[in-house]
């Protein structure tokens, strides 16, 4: 076995030596790219994949979970300036388990859990401090799950409940927020962070929550309505409403006069007052029976006098009593009646929005074909909702615009167009060239090889007489062909060439011993296994 591989070796070194300098070249390296590119390969799917393990890490936290994988031995690498440990994946649950069998991460904000380490002896202060600590560590948990936050500290000032006390102190609340590089949060998500503060925390208002980020800068004010996020609400959809009408006229007025003939602009101020109004109305039905009556009658028997008076000589005549008869006796009637009436109670809540003020300007081209400026306020007035009793403003003006720069951007983006297109078809002209080239290089090397493969072959003629040579050896290997010294000049043509061929041989005898001695040994070799 060993006889053959070093004799398949020296063949291959043979066909080796065989080569031309540029195939030699070539071949040794096309062989160092194989070996250098299966290394590569090799490593690269050797290599483990690494996933998270835990991310936006305490320095603490990173420190503790750093020391526990080098006591495991399990490769990790750092990330995100060492807040973030990447693991092989395929252990990724396994070590969060054994991270959190140890108590990692342990840093920061710990949440409800603080309450599970409390006994019977525990003290009232440190229920109400635990309690106070487990609700900001949890409300620090739910700020960090909104987008672009990173990290979040909150503050609560929660007075402490008694009867000895009249109420007036109120729980306040404030939130330091640090945001990830780039990010900026807008007044839609300040105002949630300020809900799910003042929604958690008992007898937390909405405007005693502050809120500020890590640069210093003010997101929300405690105690001001119209400060950071409500301000910012009000203001882009003031922004919203002016935008939005001015693009409906706009596109109108388009149609009207052709596109970039008309600029139309509208300010409008919204009112965000909440208004409640509450109205009773007092309303009595007929067909509906009295809550309550109650009837009076006197009546006495006829014939009796129901005349009455004082006597005495200076008295007037006597008179009759309200509800008497004269000569028929006394009678009294009264009667009370309460009617049901009912009450209808009415309370309006005005949501806020309403325009309270509209005013909108309206600037048409002059060298734009001419339209009726009447028509067209009437036009504007009806689309905008204009009402002159509410205050609201139209001015029309005509003017001729200024197309300079309109022109000379047409003219870049047209000369941009059309450096555009020259460069394209510049690099296509190139990579044609390019593969007009390779192409042509490689017919060259083509040529030249067969060129030099022809040129090589009319030496190296006289190795078919060393064919035949061995070929007369494969056939007689125990007796070798004399080497003729005198040739008579043979009569045919095959004769002839049989002559030539021992010529060339004797010749190659003698003027490459070592070679043909090497090729017969490795005959003899090849023969022998």
Known sequence: MQERLLSTLRRIW??????????????????????????TFSSWASKPSYAPLFTNLA????????????????????????????????????????????????????????????????????????????????????????????????????????????GSQKATGSVLLTTDPGATLSSGQVQSVVNLVSSSVPGLAADQVSVSDASGKVLSVAGDANSGAAADTRTEAIAQYNKRVSTEVQQMLDQLVGAGHAVVTVNADLDFDKNNTVSNRYVYATGIPPLSEANTTESYGAGQNGAGGVLGAASPSPSAAPGATAGNGYRKTSTTRDNAVGQVTETRNAAPGKVRTLSVAVLLDKNAPPVDEAQVRELVSSAVGLDAK???????????????????????????????????????????????????????????????????????????????????????????????????????????????????????????????ARLLRTWLNTKES
Do not use: W
């Open 14 to 39: 043979a066909g080796f030596l065989a080569f031309t300098p540029g195939q030699k070249v070539v071949t040794v390296v096309v062989g160092l790219a194989l070996v250098i590119g299966g290394f």
């Open 59 to 166: 320095p603490a936290d990173a420190s503790g979970i750093i020391d526990k994988l080098n006591t495991n031995g399990t490769p990790y690498q750092l990330a995100a300036n060492g807040t973030s440990i990447l693991v092989p994946q395929k252990d990724v649950y396994d070590l969060r388990l054994t991270m959190s069998a140890a108590g990692l991460p342990s840093a920061g904000a710990s949440g409800y859990s603080l309450l599970d380490k409390e006994g019977i002896t525990t003290s009232e202060f440190k229920q109400h401090v635990d309690y106070q600590r487990a609700l900001e560590g949890e409300l620090s948990k739910t700020i960090k799950s909104i987008s672009g936050v990173r990290e979040a500290a909150v503050h609560l000032a929660m007075p402490k409940q008694s009867v000895f006390t009249d």
């Open 390 to 516: 509410r205050g609201d403003s139209l001015a029309l003006a005509s003017a001729p615009f200024d197309t300079s720069a309109a022109t000379a951007a047409q003219k870049a983006a047209s000369e941009a167009a059309a450096a555009a297109a020259s460069a394209r078809r510049h690099a296509e002209l190139m990579s044609l060239v390019k593969t007009v080239l390779v192409v042509l290089l490689v017919l060259g090397v083509i040529i030249a090889t067969v060129i030099a493969n022809r040129r090589r072959r009319r030496p190296t003629e006289p190795t078919d007489d060393l064919d035949t040579f061995l070929s007369t050896l494969n056939d007689s290997p125990g007796s070798l062909p004399p080497a003729p010294r005198d040739i008579v000049p043979p009569q045919s043509r095959e004769a002839a060439i049989n002559a030539a061929r021992q010529r060339d041989l004797a010749e190659m005898a003698d003027s490459q011993p070592q070679e043909v």
